[in-house]
């Protein structure tokens, strides 16, 4: 039995390596005929929040030779990951918004899954490694600067980027196997895996085993170890109780368990928690991709003494300058 001919191509087409779509629709935020314009402004100034305040506390970080320490090193990071999941994702998202056309190409929508499997996987390591860098400096403060040297921090994060890199990968590489339907209407703003193995002919049982492990144990090995990283933290404070240890504490914790809450509460919201793919799931998808990321730099500025002493300094530096 000969395979199909594609003309275009010249070659013989097999089902086991071939898409039958060239191009994905993605249906965006479930919002009335007319709002597009409000809800354009909306995120484009959500997004531009997020870049600017980001990248503010990037060059916070880089320019006042105070905050050279492992905690901000691990938080510029997460600062750069966050600018690049919403950057993944939003600019399409409101570009569909104000051309009101849906369609992403097969490749596009591949690629864009990929790098946003890389950065949401290195939030999710950042804020373990986060966890771990608290639990040294308040459980073993004397010995700060020796467990937490220049070689494991750069290791932690080189770890996270390289983990991340090949989970995203391997999802990916199993993904572009599958042959697609003629229904390729994605009901998101984005392409999600969960969403596209649903529009997938081909048995996605292989893609599934790999999600429920693999990335099983990449989501919930950060949890325990920023769980374990508290309980041991709060285990340490109860034994001397005092208001001048509960304050330290808090203010050295509180911001990155703020953020913590928001990041595995979207999780739970989008992949846990729901049935089916609804407008309450884009929700949490917005609050995960375009909230959070956005809320982060405040998050961590207005709850941190160091950040906003640095900033008072460059815009002192500033105003000089201008003098």
């Given at each position: 039995?000969?395979?199909?001919?594609d003309?275009?191509t010249?070659?013989?087409?097999?089902?086991?390596?071939?898409?039958s779509?060239s191009?994905?629709?993605l249906l965006?935020?479930?919002?009335?005929p007319?709002?597009?314009?409000g809800?354009f402004?909306?995120?484009?100034?959500m997004?531009?929040?997020?870049?600017?305040?980001?990248?503010?506390i990037?060059?916070?970080?880089r320019l006042?030779s105070?905050?050279?320490?492992?905690?901000y090193?691990?938080?510029?990071h997460?600062?750069?990951s966050?600018i690049s999941?919403?950057s993944?994702?939003?600019?399409?998202?409101?570009?569909?918004?104000?051309t009101r056309?849906?369609?992403i190409?097969y490749?596009g929508?591949?690629?864009?899954l990929y790098?946003?499997?890389?950065?949401?996987?290195?939030?999710?390591?950042?804020?373990?490694?986060m966890a771990?860098?608290?639990?040294?400096?308040?459980?073993?403060?004397?010995?700060?600067?020796?467990?937490?040297?220049?070689?494991?921090?750069?290791?932690?994060v080189?770890?996270?980027?390289?983990?991340s890199c090949?989970?995203?990968l391997?999802h990916t590489l199993?993904?572009?196997?599958l042959?697609?339907c003629?229904?390729s209407?994605?009901s998101?703003?984005?392409?999600?895996?969960?969403?596209?193995l649903?529009l997938?002919?081909?048995?996605?049982?292989l893609?599934?085993?790999?999600?429920?492990?693999v990335?099983?144990m990449?989501?919930?090995l950060p949890?325990c170890?920023i769980?374990?990283?508290?309980?041991?933290?709060?285990?340490?404070i109860l034994?001397?109780p005092?208001t001048?240890?509960?304050y330290?504490?808090?203010s050295?914790?509180g911001?990155h368990l703020?953020v913590v809450?928001?990041?595995y509460g979207?999780i739970?919201?989008?992949?846990i928690f729901?049935?089916?793919?609804d407008?309450?799931?884009?929700?949490?998808?917005?609050?995960?991709?375009?909230v959070?990321?956005?809320?982060?730099?405040?998050i961590?500025s207005?709850r941190?003494?160091?950040?906003?002493q640095?900033l008072?300094?460059?815009?002192?530096?500033?105003?000089?300058?201008?003098?």
């Amino acid at each position: 039995m000969e395979l199909p001919f594609d003309s275009q191509t010249g070659s013989s087409m097999g089902p086991e390596n071939q898409s039958s779509v060239s191009e994905f629709l993605l249906l965006g935020l479930p919002i009335w005929p007319g709002q597009e314009h409000g809800f354009f402004t909306l995120f484009l100034g959500m997004y531009l929040t997020t870049v600017l305040g980001n990248l503010l506390i990037i060059l916070l970080i880089r320019l006042d030779s105070r905050l050279h320490t492992p905690m901000y090193f691990f938080l510029s990071h997460l600062a750069f990951s966050d600018i690049s999941l919403s950057s993944v994702t939003v600019p399409k998202m409101l570009m569909n918004m104000q051309t009101r056309q849906q369609s992403i190409p097969y490749v596009g929508c591949v690629f864009q899954l990929y790098f946003f499997m890389v950065f949401a996987g290195i939030d999710n390591f950042l804020l373990a490694v986060m966890a771990y860098d608290r639990y040294v400096a308040i459980c073993h403060p004397l010995h700060y600067t020796t467990i937490m040297r220049e070689g494991l921090c750069v290791l932690l994060v080189a770890g996270s980027w390289i983990l991340s890199c090949v989970n995203a990968l391997l999802h990916t590489l199993l993904l572009v196997q599958l042959s697609f339907c003629a229904d390729s209407t994605i009901s998101h703003f984005y392409c999600d895996l969960s969403a596209l193995l649903k529009l997938s002919c081909s048995d996605i049982f292989l893609n599934e085993l790999v999600i429920f492990t693999v990335g099983g144990m990449l989501l919930f090995l950060p949890l325990c170890i920023i769980l374990s990283s508290y309980v041991r933290i709060g285990t340490i404070i109860l034994r001397v109780p005092s208001t001048k240890g509960l304050y330290k504490a808090f203010s050295t914790c509180g911001s990155h368990l703020f953020v913590v809450s928001l990041y595995y509460g979207t999780i739970a919201g989008v992949y846990i928690f729901s049935s089916s793919w609804d407008s309450k799931d884009i929700i949490a998808s917005v609050m995960y991709v375009v909230v959070t990321p956005m809320l982060n730099p405040f998050i961590y500025s207005l709850r941190n003494r160091d950040i906003k002493q640095s900033l008072v300094m460059c815009v002192n530096r500033v105003n000089v300058f201008k003098l």
